[in-house]
């Protein structure tokens, strides 16, 4: 049944034609902007190299191209799904505070299954919260007199390390080399 006035309910019969209408295009502030430093949950930190717009399946998107130098990609993130994607801003110096912190504590390793802990390492990695990073790199960090770590922790590790290094890195303007000395230095003295 076709919507004449004479079937509409009242309130909206009564309405001027402008307030039915709502075609107009509404301006949206944009997080982030072309060379801003952005954290990806599941890739780290990498860069906003420009902002352009496709037409993919016949509709105008706007897209986000992120540069991540250290895996050689680049990631194209709608607009519209930043929020739901993770992507954000760097940390932080106050949260960076907080994760290296975290990493001067003492490990806390549960008594679960080897898979159980990986998965919960692994989801806190993909997280991109700095604090949960480091929690699984101080979990995980052996010292010289502990024993050797098996194949998967080493890796699981080494991920976490350097998702953590190069954030601190991107924070703090240095090198991920030289964060990575530092979070070692940090975690090494605890």
């Known amino acids: 049944m076709p919507k004449t006035a004479a079937n509409m309910p009242k309130a909206a019969a009564n309405l001027p034609k402008a307030a039915v209408k709502t075609t107009k295009e509404i301006k949206v502030v944009l997080p982030f902007s072309a060379g801003d430093f952005v954290v990806y949950p599941a890739h780290g930190v990498g860069k906003v190299t420009s902002i352009e717009a496709q037409t993919i399946a016949g509709q105008k998107v706007d897209l986000f191209v992120i540069s991540f130098e250290r895996d050689r990609m680049t990631l194209r993130v709608p607009v519209r799904k930043v929020e739901n994607s993770g992507l954000r801003k760097l940390s932080t ?4 505070e907080a994760a290296l912190t975290t990493l001067k504590g003492r490990a806390r390793v549960k008594r679960a299954m080897w898979s159980r802990r990986a998965q919960e390492y692994e989801a806190k990695i993909n997280s991109g ?11 995980l960090h052996r010292g010289a007199s ?4 098996s194949y998967s922790e080493r890796q699981i590790y080494e991920q976490a390390l350097e998702r953590l290094a190069h954030e601190v890195a991107a924070v703090e303007k240095i090198k991920p080399e030289a ?12």
Do not use: H
């Open 93 to 96: 110096r106050k949260v960076m």
């Open 129 to 139: 919260d700095p604090v949960s990073i480091a929690e699984v790199v101080r979990d």
């Open 146 to 149: 502990q024993p050797e770590q």
């Open 179 to 190: 964060a990575t000395a530092k979070l070692e230095k940090l975690l090494n003295a605890a």
